[in-house]
């Protein structure tokens, strides 16, 4: 027994210790350092951080070029497979353009409608400092699935911005280095996504699975049980990272997991990403300000012009209010004065026709007098009386003869 | 030595460090062509077959390297496959020193017995310190894929190796 304890323990020692003819490092050594690097890079010691960008840049190139002969192989081997199935899928796709061809119109109201909405509401994004970038590495590792893409920091990637494949959501940056960049995929086990699923707009956290799908936590299992259609899932855009409406994938009636998880289907293969666009998601008011400050100022004096040109006309109109005023009043006192001036015209006439009137009574009166008191006015060549027609005679008719 | 005899010793010398560090820098892996239940580690093959058979072929520190290279490439934490790869080693050593009688199906058992207790360790690692989620059922298939392949891969090994150290002797 002893014995072979202590044959086991010289085969650990020689095995662990023992350094080979071409080992400048035992393994002990090497295992410590190891662990070390481990253990400091856990805690974020910055000297490691260093290093282990210094390295992640060599080995994403290096990678990528030594990918190339495998890449190039799969890549034939795809456009072989491709080719074989490329008649039936023309044929579908042509009847597909027809059905989709209609439908295309009405979604781009539906869009235009949807926008004016989210306007409305204060919810309408839009994209910000988007990138193209290349995919370098495609590693289905057991434990990450991720790719690493050619832009990083110097692109203006930042952490946390999102990586579409066309229209349709891959992930998310969750590395930066200075020339490259690693995207979590949603089929990572570790990605939690924040979802909505339709018909029935239910809300719910859709995470990897580690393969090729991914699943549907935290919702109620009620609100899908009822549901016989096919769903859409699609980001509800809670928690503000993502937004909303970023389709993702379809979860068919009868897929559901051992666990009666629901499985949601991708819409893109993540396994064929070749180059995909990353970019980030901010209010429109604060893009514009970064995007077109010239714009908004042009536009802000316009505005200034034409509220001047508007308080211009205010003014003009108040005049006028105040002139149609004036003259309504004006008017009104010309009426009155015309009323007075008739109304005096009036009274002059009939001032005048009582006048006439009283002279014509006098002067008839005269002649009636005259013929009977004429002769005792009139002078002739017996008295010394007036001489017919002077004021003297008259006045003498009118006083019905000479008074003494 | 011919100039064909001076790269056949140089592939039969340098062969396994090229292999390591393609294998562990290539994104190449079996669940690209769809074949489910199906991936292994062709770098825990290399390194316990090189250190069981010859094992001044692959350095430590080449190993230590291509751990961290791994690890990057696959996004592990830095250090967790440099660990395994020098524990497989040191386990490699520990088996050629108390074997008297090489046998391959000893050394496959061992080679079984070894992935699930690295397996495990770097599971552990993973999840409780570094809290990463890692579906257990595909590691698990992983090694016994692994291990399978070890009888395969081994032929190949000293296949190779033969060739190379045949057709060096013979020029």
Redesign the interface.
Same mark, same amino acid.
């Given at each position: 027994m002893e014995t072979s304890r202590a044959?086991?323990v010289? =085969?650990?020692r020689? =095995?662990?210790l023992k350094k &080979?003819? #071409?080992?400048?490092? +035992?393994?002990l050594s090497?295992?410590f350092?190891?662990? %070390?690097?481990?253990t400091l &890079?856990?805690l974020n010691f910055r000297v %490691?951080e260093h290093i282990?960008t210094g390295? #992640?840049e060599i080995?994403?190139r @290096? +990678?990528f070029i %030594?990918?190339g002969p495998? *890449?190039l192989i799969?890549n034939n081997y795809s456009t072989i497979k491709n080719h074989f199935i490329l008649y039936e899928e023309n044929q579908k796709n042509i009847s597909e353009l027809e059905i989709l061809k209609s439908i295309d119109l009405s979604n781009q109201i539906l869009i235009l409608e949807n926008d004016k909405y989210k306007k409305l509401i204060d919810d309408y994004f839009i994209n910000t400092n988007e990138v193209y970038a290349k995919v370098l590495?495609? #590693?289905? @590792?057991?434990?990450?699935r +991720?790719v690493v893409l050619n832009k990083g920091s110097r692109n203006n990637i930042k952490l946390g911005m999102v990586v579409l494949d066309g229209i349709y959501l891959v992930g998310k940056v969750v590395?930066i280095n200075y020339l490259t960049s690693?995207v979590l995929l949603l089929s990572d %086990? *570790?990605s939690k996504i924040p979802v909505s699923m339709e018909p029935g707009d239910v809300q719910a956290i859709m995470s990897g *699975? &580690? @393969?090729e799908t991914g699943i549907i936590q935290y919702t109620k299992t009620d609100s899908l049980k009822n549901n016989d259609d096919d769903l859409l899932v699609f980001t509800s855009g809670a928690g503000g990272l993502f937004k909303s409406g970023i389709p993702i994938g379809k979860i068919k009636k009868e897929n559901t997991s051992q666990k009666g998880e629901k499985i949601v289907n991708f819409y893109k293969d993540f @396994?064929q990403l070749k180059y995909v666009k990353v970019l980030s998601f901010s209010k429109e008011k604060l893009a514009l300000d970064q995007l077109s400050k010239k714009r908004i100022t042009k536009i802000e004096n316009q505005i200034q012009a034409i509220n001047k040109t508007k308080e211009n006309l205010r003014i003009l109109l108040e005049q006028k209010e105040i002139e149609r005023e004036i003259r309504l009043k004006i008017e009104e006192e010309n009426t009155i004065l015309k009323n007075k001036i008739i109304k005096l015209q009036n009274e002059i006439l009939i001032t005048k026709a009582n006048k006439k009137n009283k002279i014509q009574n006098n002067e008839k009166m005269y002649i009636e007098l005259d013929k009977v008191f004429g002769k005792k006015c009139r002078k002739t060549i017996f008295n010394n009386l007036y001489k017919y027609g002077s004021e003297q005679y008259r006045a003498c008719v009118l006083n019905k003869g000479k008074k003494n | 030595m011919t100039n064909k005899g001076k790269v056949n010793f140089f592939l039969y010398t340098y062969f396994p460090v090229i292999l390591l560090f393609i294998s562990v820098l290539s994104e190449f892996d079996f669940k690209n062509i769809e074949l489910k239940y199906f991936s292994f580690e062709f770098s825990y093959i290399l390194i316990f077959y090189y250190s069981l058979k010859r094992r001044d072929s692959l350095g430590y520190v080449a190993i230590f390297i291509a751990g961290l290279f791994s690890d990057v490439v696959a996004g592990s934490p830095m250090g967790m496959s440099s660990l395994i790869y020098l524990l497989l080693c040191g386990a490699a050593a520990y088996l050629r020193n108390i074997t008297l009688s090489p046998s391959l199906f000893k050394d496959w058992i061992f080679f079984l017995v070894t992935l699930l207790i690295l397996n495990s360790l770097s599971f552990m690692l993973l999840t409780l310190i570094s809290n990463y989620n890692i579906n257990y059922l595909d590691q698990l298939i992983s090694v016994i894929v692994t291990a399978l392949l070890y009888l395969i891969f081994s032929y190949i090994f000293n296949f190779v190796d033969n060739f190379l150290l045949g057709s060096n002797n013979a020029s």
């Open positions: 044959d086991f010289i =085969a650990i020689s =095995a662990f &080979g003819t #071409k080992q400048r490092f +035992s393994l090497l295992i350092f190891s662990l %070390i690097f481990l &890079g856990e %490691i282990k390295i #992640k080995v994403y @290096s +990678s %030594i990918s495998e *890449n799969r590495i495609d #590693k289905e @590792s057991p434990f990450l +991720s590395e690693r %086990i *570790n *699975n &580690g @393969s @396994s | -």
